[in-house]
Antibody, heavy 121, light 113 residues
Framework: EVQLVQSGAEVKKAGESLKISCKGS????????IGWVRQVPGKGLEWMGI????????KYSPAFQGQVTISADKSISTAYLQWSSLKASDTAMYYC??????????????WGQGTLVTVSS | DIVMTQSPDSLAVSLGERATINCKSS????????????LAWYQQNPGQPPKLLFY???TRESGVPDRFSGSGSGTDFTLTISSLQAEDVAVYYC?????????FGQGTKLEIK
């Protein structure tokens, strides 16, 4: 069974750094793009960026470029989303999701269970 | 960037009745070389991650009940539930994957009337 398991909820202060994770299993991790999606409480989905763990090729949404860093460690089948200096506005649920389609077909399934990040000012 | 706009923002439908959700893209997501619409639909139940329902605008994901259908082309798309069931209460999102950033609509909240 293809699964993405994310790290647990985090409570941080503004200005702190953070790295959350997404571990893939049940498939060849290096062969599928992994995306990150933000959902502010009570709001919609925002596509943040995507990484190909095979060669670490990464694409960012302009809205998140420079705000976060997406990376992957293929030796442990894990993708990461990190912040160097959190803001209160980063408070949200963050989902990872695997690209399902073929070349240039960026729809996503399955999704991780989500990691809630709470940042206090 | 392509902007996805859904309508309505919320919808209340009686059990057994039809529910229709619309999604409009700011530019066409139909790729002329393969005549495919780069549009997906997701369902998000409360407290759960999104679940893929359709891709290529109308290709139903395995396990999705056939009361759900997707249609449309170019810039205008529709998700239809032919006979609403209680378990269909959720927020529904469209997503374009024609070009990066692969944007979502703002979501449509579907409730029981």
């Amino acid at each position: 069974e293809v699964q993405l398991v994310q790290s647990g909820a985090e409570v941080k202060k503004a200005g702190e750094s953070l790295k959350i994770s997404c571990k893939g299993s049940g498939y060849i991790f290096t062969s599928y793009w992994i995306g990150w999606v933000r959902q502010v409480p009570g709001k919609g989905l925002e596509w943040m960026g995507i990484i190909y763990p095979g060669d670490s090729d990464t694409k960012y949404s302009p809205a998140f470029q420079g705000q976060v860093t997406i990376s992957a460690d293929k030796s442990i089948s894990t993708a990461y989303l990190q912040w160097s200096s959190l803001k209160a506005s980063d408070t949200a649920m963050y989902y990872c999701a695997r690209k399902r389609g073929g070349y240039n077909e960026y729809y996503f399934d399955p999704w991780g269970q989500g990691t809630l990040v709470t940042v206090s000012s | 960037d392509i902007v996805m706009t859904q309508s309505p923002d919320s919808l209340a439908v009686s059990l057994g009745e039809r529910a229709t959700i619309n999604c409009k893209s700011s530019q066409s997501v139909l790729y002329s070389s393969n005549n495919k619409n780069y549009l997906a639909w997701y369902q998000q139940n409360p407290g759960q991650p999104p679940k893929l329902l359709f891709y290529w605008a109308s290709t139903r994901e395995s396990g999705v009940p056939d009361r759900f259908s997707g249609s449309g082309s170019g810039t205008d798309f529709t998700l239809t539930i032919s006979s609403l069931q209680a378990e269909d209460v959720a927020v529904y999102y469209c997503q374009q994957y024609y070009s990066s950033p692969y944007s979502f609509g703002q979501g449509t909240k579907l409730e029981i009337k």
